[in-house]
């Protein structure tokens, strides 16, 4: 990609859909919080955390996540690591962020719901102060756990739906199809939070359709699988349903052997409402401006390409009309000026 090229997409004002918070804690932080909190980590030093940063498949990456997730107790905690995400993300110029939690990796380690919400929630409010960046907060039911414990995390949330807009579905997707979660995404629904799930990441195709039938999603998180089926792709093209896709991620994850070979030009090319994110920036080495930086290099995307890529984030996300068109307007602003 042309070094200019790669300036005019990093300068670009974007939006982040796909990024789970506690994917951001790098390793620096982990053994800081490690410390103040007496955790005991199984490595010695920070590059042997990084160093161990290699994995075959989503399940490999989870285990070190969770465990790694083990070191956050207190609000300042979580407060610590997003804030600490919203200077990287600010420094590559996003201006609305849409993050996942997970709160049951903590609550079952006795962290009250809370304290994650609070200090999450703290960090995101000081961003709009302070950067203007706009945010959405999205909680993500684990689904390898049960339906019962996603219900029970679901009353948990209640109290403090005016800080949650959201909620998703992630962790271990191959045996843990969508249709599991049927009845606690309607009753998400009936609070009136907007519906997201992971879907065909490892998974299948039909894993998709369950998303979007039985979860009513209005986006599918990856959606990477959905090319092996014809007619799923010309009913998502046709619905412009989003799919918030993590280029570095599915490498890392072994969902494409090589950035060159991730489809995201071919999605675009069917007429999906693509776009790039950086899903657990700490694990698989790269923000958002990195995502793009490396997959317009190996698929050599062109001009019309990225800035698809880069509106699609804005009509993917979860803004009112008038943001939106504030957020299309500086983006068309910035693209012709360079
Ligand atoms: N949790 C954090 N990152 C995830 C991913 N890529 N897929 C499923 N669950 C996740
Ligand atoms: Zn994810």
Redesign the pocket.
């Given at each position: 990609m042309a070094a200019n090229l790669q300036q005019l997409v990093a300068g670009a004002p974007k939006a982040e859909l796909h990024m789970?918070i506690?994917?951001s804690l790098e390793p620096e932080l982990m053994f800081e919080l490690a410390a103040k909190n007496a955790v005991s980590i199984p490595y010695p030093t920070v590059d042997a955390v990084r160093a161990a940063y290699q994995f075959s498949d989503?399940q490999s990456?989870?285990d070190i996540?969770y465990a790694g997730a083990a070191v956050l107790l207190h609000e300042e905690d979580f407060y610590a690591m997003t804030r600490a995400y919203l200077e990287r993300a600010h420094a590559d110029n996003v201006v609305h962020t849409e993050i996942?939690f997970?709160p049951q990796t903590h609550t079952a380690r006795g962290v009250p719901f809370q304290v994650v919400v609070e200090g999450i929630t703290r960090a995101l409010a000081e961003a709009q102060r302070r950067y203007g960046m706009g945010y959405r907060l999205i909680l993500?039911f684990l689904r390898h756990l049960s339906e019962a414990d996603a219900f029970a995390t679901l009353e948990q949330a209640v109290p403090h739906l005016g800080l949650i807009h959201g909620v998703g579905l992630?962790?271990?997707?191959r045996g843990h199809p969508p249709s599991k979660f049927e009845r606690v995404f309607a009753r998400a629904r009936e609070l009136g939070l907007r519906v997201v799930a992971?879907a065909g990441?490892e998974g299948p195709p039909a894993y998709i359709y369950e998303a979007l039938d039985l979860l009513k999603v209005e986006r599918i998180?990856?959606g990477v699988r959905a090319l092996e089926d014809a007619a799923l792709v010309a009913r998502l093209a046709a619905s412009r349903m989003p799919l918030t896709v993590?280029p570095l991620?599915n490498v890392k994850?072994c969902v494409f052997p090589r950035l060159a070979e991730h489809n995201l030009r071919r999605l675009l090319a069917a007429g999906l409402c693509a776009t790039v994110n950086s899903?657990?920036p700490a694990y698989f080495g790269g923000y958002i401006n990195e995502n793009f930086r490396q997959t317009a290099a190996a698929l050599d995307l062109t001009r019309d390409e990225l800035y698809r890529l880069l509106k699609n984030g804005f009509e993917a996300a979860f803004l009112t009309d008038a943001e939106r068109a504030q957020h299309y307007a500086a983006l068309d602003g910035y693209w012709q000026s360079l």
């Open positions: 789970h506690e994917g989503l990456f989870l996540y996942f997970d993500c992630d962790s271990s997707e992971h990441e998180d990856h993590c991620s994850l899903d657990d």
